[in-house]
């Protein structure tokens, strides 16, 4: 684990915010991290981190992102990065482009599709590269930012949802910088902190998952270009509905002039404050569920092994009530040990008819619901996260 001074300033003091424990599949005991506020520039991140090697492991072996067949609403939010873009950087259709952390190349296939035709992407799980490559044929690499080498040098550099998971944000805005040609833009898309606050969350907790471990607002984004030499064209913060979320979608120019001019982020203190508070609010039915599954001793089944899963499972007492099974559509997590039992795939749900299945998911909660009505002909107590239990017998 590491602990980290502030990306920003350097402060080594920040104020501790919420201490986050995860329980994932393989692992013997919990982990955690801590989230922080740093108290001179107000920077929020996470601390007490896994070294970035172990992060590029985990993120390598993630394939719950995938997406074969990609949803509408993904869909929609790839074409809002891409006209963002559009609208604020003068590109041609012969620029270089790389996108750095592709997934499967979703945005880049925004930039094939307007007739871009010199394409990169970089991208750290080998599965996702591959499929980007069949599904798209685009050009995508398997690889992480710091070991990502190359001599050409990009008109946009692109990172849809990957800045908030660097753990060494100096050097990583030193890299990118590097494949960047002077006066190129860099396009970036991350998660908004002052949103966080702004409404009770769909999951308990569900901002701090493991991999995100910088939580920006538009302050302490601008603070850190700035001190890598670049200066800002347009910063906005708009919601997506996908995720139930606001991303900053933020575009800015290599000016190759550093500054070390820093204002202050007196707020991302206070929504973080209020997230952890509308976070506990929510948890406190899904511990009511739990403390009842635990004294009714039925029979459970958990549908998901993923981040809400792993909270959940330190957050209540969900891992003390009869779970007889645990399934999970990501084939990498299938057959790995949690709580004791061995990760299945969702067929396996039919060996426990007798059982309540809960859904430890919200944005797929009712896809889910779905197939086990009409794929495994499931007829017993469903529960999802909102309590809205579903009797079919």
Not at 1 to 29: K, N
Request: charged share 25%; with cysteine; hydrophobic share 40%.
């Amino acid at each position: 684990m590491t602990r980290r001074a502030c990306e920003i300033c350097g402060g080594a003091e920040p104020e501790a915010l919420r201490r986050q424990h995860f329980l994932f599949p393989g692992l013997p005991r919990p982990v955690h991290y801590d989230v922080v506020a740093c108290r001179v520039c107000g920077f929020a991140y996470a601390s007490d981190i896994p070294d970035q090697s172990a992060l590029n492991q985990f993120y390598q072996g993630v394939e719950h992102h995938l997406h074969a067949e990609l949803p509408a609403g993904l869909e929609r939010i790839h074409a809002d990065f891409f006209r963002f873009v559009q609208d604020n950087a003068p590109l041609k259709r012969d620029d270089r482009i790389l996108d750095i952390g592709s997934g499967m190349g979703h945005f880049l296939r925004q930039f094939q599709i307007a007739g871009f035709e010199s394409l990169l992407g970089m991208e750290p799980s080998p599965a996702a590269s591959e499929l980007a490559r069949r599904t798209y044929g685009l050009d995508i690499r398997s690889g992480t930012l710091d070991g990502f080498a190359t001599e050409e040098r990009f008109r946009l550099v692109s990172l849809c949802g990957v800045l908030e998971h660097i753990a060494d944000l100096t050097g990583g805005m030193a890299k990118i910088s590097t494949l960047l040609e002077e006066g190129g833009y860099l396009f970036l898309a991350v998660p908004d902190v002052m949103s966080f606050g702004a409404a009770p969350p769909a999951e308990p907790f569900l901002e701090f998952a493991l991999e995100h471990i910088n939580f920006f607002s538009e302050t302490s984004l601008d603070n850190l270009l700035r001190g890598a030499g670049f200066e800002k064209v347009e910063v906005i913060s708009q919601h997506n509905d996908f995720y139930d979320n606001h991303y900053l979608l933020a575009l800015y120019r290599k000016a190759g002039e550093a500054s070390v001019a820093i204002e202050p982020d007196r707020a991302s203190a206070d929504s973080l404050r209020r997230y952890v508070a509308f976070s506990q609010e929510r948890l406190a039915p899904v511990e009511a569920q739990a403390r009842r599954l635990v004294a009714s001793g039925e029979p459970l089944v958990i549908w998901g092994a993923g981040g809400l899963t792993s909270r959940l499972l330190c957050d209540t007492r969900l891992g003390e009530a009869n779970i007889r099974a645990i399934v999970d559509r990501n084939k990498a997590l299938q057959g790995k040990p949690l709580l004791g039992v061995a990760i299945s795939a969702p067929e396996s749900v039919r060996e426990h008819p007798d059982a309540t299945v809960f859904i430890a998911s919200t944005t797929y909660a009712e896809e889910i619901r779905r197939t086990l009505v009409d794929a495994y002909g499931w007829t017993g107590r469903i529960i999802c996260l909102a309590e809205q239990d579903t009797d079919r017998q």
